[in-house]
């Protein structure tokens, strides 16, 4: 399966808009993290330092967008290239 390429703007934008539409409300106001890139390791090639603002209870809700946002995207730099 091939990945979506995206900068780590574009890739802050989609994991905010995942969060936000959040089912229960509980985690919207969750600061989504901006994504870093990495040497690749089991396909991944970037990563995050910390999170802005987490709210209480919402970790393994924000962690499973992570994942499912690191199994979709491959970060690229500004001139379009892969990190």
């Not at 910390?50 to 962690?63: D, R, S």
Request: include cysteine.
């Amino acid at each position: 399966m091939s990945k979506i390429l995206a900068t780590a703007e574009e890739i802050r934008a989609e994991i905010t808009r995942r969060i936000q539409a959040d089912p229960t409300g509980q985690c919207r106001d969750c600061e989504a993290p901006m994504p870093v890139p990495i040497e690749r390791r089991d396909g991944v090639n970037w990563s995050v330092d910390h999170f802005p603002k987490l709210v209480p209870g919402c970790t393994a809700f924000v962690m499973r967008v992570l994942s499912d946002m690191m199994m979709s995207y491959d970060l690229v730099g500004p001139n379009g290239k892969i990190n």
